[in-house]
C-alpha cells in the first residue's frame, strides 16, 4: 500500500528533532530518509540518528535552456538507473538544436557521478534501495516537476509509503566536505545496528 502525502513544514533550525518525533508516532516500518539536496542533509541526517533509520541523498542535474541558463528544460536524477526527464513544451519553446539535449545530459551525468563519489567515495554501499520501505522526503524547495518524478520512481520501485517533509529554512552544510561527512558517518551508523 501506498500512502503519498505532504506533511507540515519543519523549521531546520529544531525541525531534525520534532520530525523525528512525528515519524516515531507513526509506527513505521523500515524507514529511509532521502534529502533532496545536500542543504537538507543536516535535517535528514538528525533524523536518522534519532530514529536509528537510513539516510539516502539524491543528487539532480539540472539542463539549462540554450543562452538561457535560468531556465530548467530538464532534470537528470542520480538514481540506480539515472532517471532523465525532458520539458518537451520548453525544448520546443527554446528551439534546442539537434544535439543539445544528448550533450547536457552527458555533461549532467559526469558531474552528478563526480559529486556522487566525492560525498561517497568508494564506501557507496548498497543505496537507492527502496522497495518495500517507508520512504521520508526531505525537500528543500526543489521544482514541482522533480518532486513528481521522484514520487513517481519511487512508487516504482516498489516503496511502501512515501512522505514528504518540507523544510522552510536552513543552516544546514552546504559545504561539499561536511555533506560527506555527515553520510559517510551515516552509514558506518547502519553498519553498526545491522
Do not use: W
Not at 29 to 48: D, N
Not at 54 to 64: A, H, K, N, S
Not at 142 to 166: D, M, P, T, Y
Request: glycine share 8%.
Amino acid at each position: 500500500m501506498r500512502d503519498i502525502g505532504q506533511n507540515e513544514a519543519y523549521p531546520s533550525s529544531h525541525g531534525g528533532r520534532e520530525l523525528a518525533d512525528t515519524l516515531s508516532a507513526l509506527s513505521l516500518g523500515h524507514t529511509v530518509i532521502i534529502a533532496l539536496s545536500p542543504k537538507s542533509i543536516g535535517l535528514a541526517f538528525e533524523v536518522t540518528q534519532r530514529l536509528g533509520c537510513e539516510l539516502d541523498l539524491l543528487l539532480v542535474g539540472r539542463i539549462p535552456a540554450p543562452g538561457h541558463p535560468e531556465t530548467v528544460i530538464g532534470t537528470v536524477i542520480d538514481l540506480d538507473v539515472p532517471q532523465i526527464a525532458i520539458d518537451e513544451g520548453l525544448a520546443r519553446e527554446f528551439h534546442v538544436p539537434p544535439g543539445y539535449l544528448n550533450t547536457e545530459c552527458q555533461r549532467q551525468l559526469s558531474e552528478l557521478e563526480r559529486r556522487h563519489f566525492m560525498y561517497l567515495g568508494d564506501d557507496d554501499g548498497p543505496c537507492h534501495d527502496h522497495a518495500g520501505k517507508d520512504v521520508v522526503i526531505v525537500d528543500h524547495g526543489v521544482e514541482a516537476a522533480i518532486l513528481q518524478l521522484v514520487l513517481r520512481r519511487l512508487g516504482e520501485a516498489g516503496a511502501h509509503s512515501v512522505r514528504v517533509v518540507r523544510i522552510t529554512s536552513t543552516t544546514e552544510p552546504t559545504d561539499d566536505r561536511a555533506v560527506a561527512q555527515l553520510l559517510k558517518q551515516a552509514r558506518r551508523f547502519q553498519r553498526l545496528l545491522h
